[in-house]
Nanobody, 122 residues
Framework: QVQLAESGGGLVQAGGSLRLSCAAS????????IGWFRQAPGKERVFVAA??????STSDSVKGRFTISRDNANNTVYLQMNSLKPEDTAVYYC?????????????????WGQGTQVTVSS
């Protein structure tokens, strides 16, 4: 069992930056793939980025602006978000895939956090 807790969300002006954290419990965290997803008001939840031991994946909508990284010693995954735009406004969720696949499919992820709100003002 893995428990995930997101933090770092908030209100920021367009062009600003935020760093989200996803803190995980569990001794096998290093073998899991961790993904970030987001859900904007009135829209479906969509893939943002993911990381496993092989590397990272990032959606086209945030490529070049968002960076995912992990600190296995501290069981934490980060999402550094730069050059934020109003359309990045959403609730951001982290999720863990115990198979370590680093996919974009939500159904592949076994554990989810509660989410953290990111609001970007214009």
């Amino acid at each position: 069992q893995v428990q995930l807790a997101e933090s770092g969300g908030g209100l920021v002006q367009a062009g600003g930056s935020l760093r989200l954290s996803c803190a995980a419990s569990g001794r096998t965290f290093g073998s899991y793939a961790i993904g970030w997803f987001r859900q904007a008001p009135g829209k479906e939840r969509v893939f943002v980025a993911a990381i496993n031991w092989r590397g990272t994946s990032t959606s086209d909508s945030v490529k070049g602006r968002f960076t995912i990284s992990r600190d296995n010693a501290n069981n934490t995954v980060y999402l550094q978000m730069n050059s934020l735009k109003p359309e990045d406004t959403a609730v951001y969720y982290c999720a863990a895939d115990r198979m370590g696949r680093r996919t974009t499919r939500q159904r592949d992820y076994n554990y989810w956090g509660q989410g953290t709100q990111v609001t970007v003002s214009s």
